[in-house]
């Protein structure tokens, strides 16, 4: 079946090939070169004993990274992108690791990765269940999927990918009842390791540099980040109306999802629109009025904007899914987003603890700005405490991977 597989992956790759002229997401996906040679000269083992990685982008690889430094100590370890983002997010940051892009899946592609190889381990982060690998790999390794977080019945076809794991470690009790067609000790609980590199992140000293006015103990500061339209258009009315009659000084900086010259356009008219002046981050000098909203159109600072924010506002929850919860609390914001929140374990996590606030209307975003106003240290003691009870997945996952 295998075999019957990867001959029609070939057959369906060139003729897949003349869609990227339709889509530009496709035409990005077809213009990398992901032929086995070139995936080849990519891997020079130094090590007898390695591992494969294998990550969708940049995002599993960031969920990765706690294990991987733990791993390359002992180990040799490449990591696979499926995606170019991730492959351009470990170059732009000059990382100090083996990687490629994933040659197109086909069992003799496979092979011959694993004939040079030689890996001891292959780690599967989250959802990358590509049945030519994952059939080699279980094959000629033992096969490891960390930080599995589904909480759909999976279907038929995914039931036999998950069986060719040795071991499914899950990032929650949620996702690991799903699986109770695999063996007892097949499946296990041991939290997300996105949460220690959260932290470790958050704990270093950050290379980018906020202007000074950021710093100032006169004025609070309100961060809105990974904001779509829908997260603007409850939070800069409820804005407007709470500075009114606030007793503090507060600023509203925007961290929009997309920076696109049309967004930014887009974005800038409709906080004008709340009878607020938007100015963008780029076009900063000196001082800023705080009555300005500034509309950050640069990458790689919404960390470091989280470090010094009064209070958080996640994106995306007012749209479709929110985002990454984690980076304001590791800080100890307090937090707030949208209802549409259940895609993420954490934010779950947050509300069920009472350390994070539902924003459905701009009522109710007024009425959290307010709370924050008379809080105490108390909440962001409160935040970070809950934040905590999330770490330790790095450590439980080493110790079972060292078990098996």
């Not at 690889?61 to 696979?80: S, W």
């Not at 492959?87 to 092979?111: C, G, H, M």
């Not at 069986?163 to 009842?177: L, W």
Request: proline share 4%; hydrophobic share 45%.
């Amino acid at each position: 079946m295998i075999y019957l597989y990867s001959i029609l992956v070939l057959l369906f790759f060139p003729l897949a090939n003349f869609a990227r002229f339709f889509s530009k997401k496709l035409g990005i996906f077809f213009s990398t070169n992901r032929s086995i040679t070139s995936v080849l000269a990519k891997m020079n083992p130094k090590e007898p004993k390695r591992i494969l990685v294998f990550c969708s982008s940049a995002g599993e690889f960031e969920q990765a990274r706690p294990l991987i430094d733990v791993l390359q100590k002992n180990y040799d370890v490449h990591v696979f992108f499926f995606s170019k983002s991730g492959v351009e997010f470990v170059k732009a940051r000059n990382e100090s690791i083996s990687y490629s892009l994933t040659p197109i899946d086909t069992i003799w592609n496979w092979q011959k990765v694993f004939s040079k190889w030689q890996p001891d381990f292959s780690i599967v982060v989250r959802h990358e269940l590509w049945p030519a690998f994952l059939d080699v790999a279980s094959k000629k390794s033992r096969l490891i999927l960390v930080n599995y977080s589904r909480t759909d019945v999976p279907s038929f076809f995914t039931r036999r990918l998950l069986k060719t794991f040795e071991s499914v470690m899950c990032i929650n009790q949620e996702a690991a009842d799903t699986l109770s067609f695999l063996p007892s000790d097949v499946v296990h609980v041991t939290g997300d390791t996105k949460a220690d590199r959260v932290f470790a992140r958050a704990r270093q000293k950050n290379d980018v540099a906020l202007p000074d006015f950021y710093k100032s103990d006169k004025t609070r500061n309100l961060i809105l980040g990974s904001a779509w339209e829908a997260d603007v258009a409850i939070m800069a009315p409820a804005f407007q109306q709470f500075v009114k009659d606030a007793p503090s000084s507060w600023r509203l900086t925007i961290c929009p999802h997309d920076i696109s010259d049309e967004s930014l356009k887009h974005l800038a008219t409709q906080v004008s629109g709340f009878g607020l002046t938007p100015v963008l981050f780029s076009q900063i000098s000196g001082e800023v009025d705080v009555t300005k909203v500034l509309i950050v159109d640069k990458l790689g600072i919404l960390a470091e904007l989280y470090s010094i924010a009064a209070a958080a506002f996640v994106g995306g929850g007012s749209h479709h899914k929110v985002h990454n919860v984690l980076e304001p609390a590791a800080y100890g914001c307090p937090l707030a987003f949208g209802p549409l929140y259940k895609n993420s374990s954490e934010a779950c996590h947050f509300v069920d603890d009472h350390s994070a606030t539902v924003v459905r209307s701009v009522g109710d975003g007024l009425t959290w700005l307010k709370s924050i106003e008379l809080s105490d240290f108390s909440l962001r003691k409160r935040v970070l405490l809950a934040a905590e009870k999330l770490r330790g997945g790095t450590d439980r996952v080493l110790l079972l991977l060292f078990k098996i």
